[in-house]
């Protein structure tokens, strides 16, 4: 049996990020998003445009993932620090999974 749809949605969803492995295949790693309306979507883009910095970007879509290591601060910048386009592949997928848009094969 199917779930059924809710109209207010759960304040958190799992979704992968595609990381980028150099000489290899993207490794997919599942994160716990925070959901956003819509309108709080565009508010935060338009916080995002301001300039937070990587880690703090991230703590803000974020509230935790599928790695050993722990979701903090440190762990946070190291991966931000060894993995070129992570910043971008966490955005990426959020903003997909929160919109509905689909990466094409």
Known sequence: ????FQL?????????????????KPHPVKFTFKFRTPDEYREFLDAVKEGE??????????????LPQPFDDENIATLVKTRFGVVEAVFLAYSRELIGAREKN
């Open 1 to 4: 049996m199917s779930s059924k």
């Open 8 to 24: 207010t949605p759960e304040p958190t969803f799992v979704a992968p990020v595609n990381i980028h492995v150099p000489g290899g």
């Open 53 to 66: 910095d990587d880690v703090a970007t991230i703590k803000e879509v974020v509230t935790g993932w599928d």
